[in-house]
Each structure stands twice: as structure tokens, then as C-alpha cells.
């Protein structure tokens, strides 16, 4: 499986935009580039996903850079509850299982 | 749907016991996966299905764990016998089959061994 390189902290304050990177050279080209995030005491939950074009949904925007070898998952305005681990996956076009890195742990501050 | 539930939310049981988790996935998902979370190894797969058949449980630790799948609304994860080691959170997760969707996660089960 094609791996990803993430930060492993990024701080941030509230009501300010985060800019979360990830690295995924050996990207194929059928592989989504996946985020979730994982909140204290909660199970991941699902942020965005993209192919080749940038991704907006409710929650956040995905950035991807033409080679598709780097990402940046884009928080417009952090707020506490936004304070969690987020990893960037690549998933398989078979959709085959999530394999999660260490991820990076977002902290906002008031 | 309820997305994907767990059950039960919280175990604790003796060293050498049996354990059963249990995992009720999102209805019309193929695949379902067993995941185990520890602060020292992280988020690792343990196994995952594709229409009820085990695909790949290469990450399954060892004999004493083993996990089912009898039809398509429901998992089992089996620990028999339990050692303290063992100690973690479990998530189950399923999704179609697809890597142009997401997966679901349910609120995982504490287990704990004593």
C-alpha cells in the first residue's frame, strides 16, 4: 500500500484557517486520497476525499496538488471542536481497507 | 440507518477468559473491518470482509483471535483466552466497495483485561 507522510502536530488558534499537509509520493493513479479525523474517545469519522480535483464539503477543503504526490486538508476557520487527530489515507479504486499512519494531532487554542 | 454499532461499549474481564465483541454494520456495506487502536501501536486492521468472506487477516495477532461473519448484518470478534496484552479499544467499520466513498466507524468497544 502507498504510504503518506504527515506532521505529527500542528497548533492553531480559533476562528483562523489550517493548512494540514500530507506527502503521498508513491501515489497510484487510481488511489482517493482520503481524511479523517479521529476526536478524543470517538472512533474516526470521515472528513473529505478526492481523485485529481479539489474537494469542498461542509466540514473542509481539499487541496491537491497536479502530480497528486502532496495534498492539504484546508480547515477555513478552526474551532476547538476542531481539535483532534486527522490522517490523510490512500484508498484503493477496490476500496480495500484503510490502512491509518500516525496522523497529525491538530490542537486550537482560544 | 444508525451507522455502525457496537456492542458492548465497555469489557473488562479476567486474564484468560473469553471475549466476544460485536459489530452490526451499515446495511448494504460490503465490506466491514475490525480495527484495534493501543497508544503504543496506534490504529492497526485486524481483518475485513467482503460480503461476509474474510479477505485478509493478515493483521490478526495471533490464534487466540478470530472473527466472523455469518451474514451480512452482523460480525463477531473473538478473543479466547484474553491476556492483559490484549487491552485496548476495537472499532468495526464498513463501507462500500469502493475507494470513491467512505468508511464508517462505530464508537468502538474498550476492552480490558485484567
Known amino acids: 500500500d502507498a504510504k503518506t507522510t504527515q506532521p505529527n502536530s500542528m497548533e492553531s488558534n480559533e476562528e483562523e484557517p489550517v493548512h494540514l499537509p500530507c506527502n503521498h509520493s508513491?501515489?497510484?493513479?487510481?488511489?482517493?486520497i482520503h481524511w479523517y479525523r479521529q476526536l478524543p474517545s470517538q472512533g474516526p469519522e470521515y472528513v473529505i476525499h478526492?481523485?485529481?480535483s479539489n474537494v469542498n464539503n461542509r466540514m473542509a477543503s481539499l487541496a491537491i496538488a497536479e502530480d497528486r504526490k502532496s495534498s492539504t486538508l484546508i480547515l477555513h476557520r478552526a474551532t476547538l471542536r476542531d481539535a483532534a487527530v486527522y490522517y490523510c489515507?490512500?484508498?484503493?479504486?477496490?476500496?480495500?481497507?484503510?490502512?491509518f499512519g500516525k496522523g497529525t494531532t491538530l490542537s486550537v487554542s482560544s | 440507518d444508525a451507522g455502525v454499532i457496537q456492542s458492548p461499549r465497555h469489557e473488562v474481564t479476567e486474564m484468560g477468559q473469553e471475549v466476544t465483541l460485536r459489530c452490526k454494520p451499515i446495511?448494504?456495506?460490503?465490506?466491514l473491518f475490525w480495527y484495534r487502536q493501543t497508544m503504543m501501536r496506534g490504529l492497526e486492521l485486524l481483518i475485513y470482509?467482503?460480503?461476509?468472506?474474510?479477505?485478509?487477516d493478515s493483521g490478526m495477532p495471533e490464534d487466540r483471535f478470530s472473527a466472523k461473519m455469518p451474514n451480512a448484518s452482523f460480525s463477531t470478534l473473538k478473543i479466547q483466552p484474553s491476556e492483559p496484552r490484549d487491552s485496548a479499544v476495537y472499532f468495526c467499520?464498513?463501507?462500500?466497495?469502493?475507494?470513491?466513498?467512505?468508511?464508517?466507524f462505530g464508537q468502538g468497544t474498550r476492552l480490558t483485561v485484567v
Open positions: 508513491t501515489i497510484s493513479g487510481t488511489d482517493y
Open positions: 489515507i490512500l484508498r484503493n479504486q477496490a476500496g480495500t481497507a484503510l490502512i
Open positions: 470482509f467482503n460480503n461476509n468472506v474474510p479477505i485478509d
Open positions: 478526492g481523485l485529481t
Open positions: 467499520a464498513s463501507s462500500f466497495p469502493t475507494g470513491n466513498t467512505e468508511a464508517f
Open positions: 446495511s448494504g456495506h460490503d465490506y
